[in-house]
């Protein structure tokens, strides 16, 4: 019988080890704990660590070494897609109050005009913010800046 996880516990998962990421206790290059001794520490199953450790990744908190593991990113590495260079731009606009909560993200044409890349890409920009939590999706409204936040 599959082990059965609290409902959102995802969320509280992500935001104890974005704190650990914020206050140093996992500094930039160190390697993160792997998924089976996360699962043991907080109790859940391997898709709820893998859930949390995605959305680190699409805020681009972390980063994926394929056969080696998850490392903590250096803050002076640069983004290596287009999609997560217009991810990046439009998360610094929101973490420093350029676009306020409740105000509507561009929509993928105007970003695809505004940073020269296709729609997708700027799609794909787009639904990385909403798994890292910054923006919501109404959908046939566009994108809005999520009223909660961190700031």
């Known amino acids: 019988m599959a082990r059965r996880t609290a409902w959102g516990a995802y969320v509280q998962i992500t935001d104890a080890l974005r704190q650990r990421i914020t206050d140093g206790t996992y500094a930039p290059g160190t390697r993160l704990p792997g998924e089976a001794a996360l699962c043991a520490e907080f109790g859940v199953a391997r898709n709820t660590v893998r859930r949390a450790l995605s959305t680190l990744q699409a805020e681009g908190r972390i980063t994926v070494r394929t056969g080696v593991g998850r490392f903590v990113q250096d803050s002076a590495t640069q983004p290596r897609t287009r999609s997560e260079h217009v991810a990046a731009n439009l998360r610094h606009q929101i ?12 929509s993928e044409a105007q970003l695809a005009r505004r940073f020269g890349v296709s729609r997708f890409t700027a799609r794909t920009a787009l ?6 939590g910054l923006v919501t999706c109404v959908h046939g409204k566009g994108r809005y800046v999520r009223q909660d936040v961190p700031r």
């Open 127 to 132: 639904i990385a913010l909403e798994t890292a």
């Open 95 to 106: 973490e420093t109050g350029q676009f306020q909560t409740g105000d509507a993200l561009p």
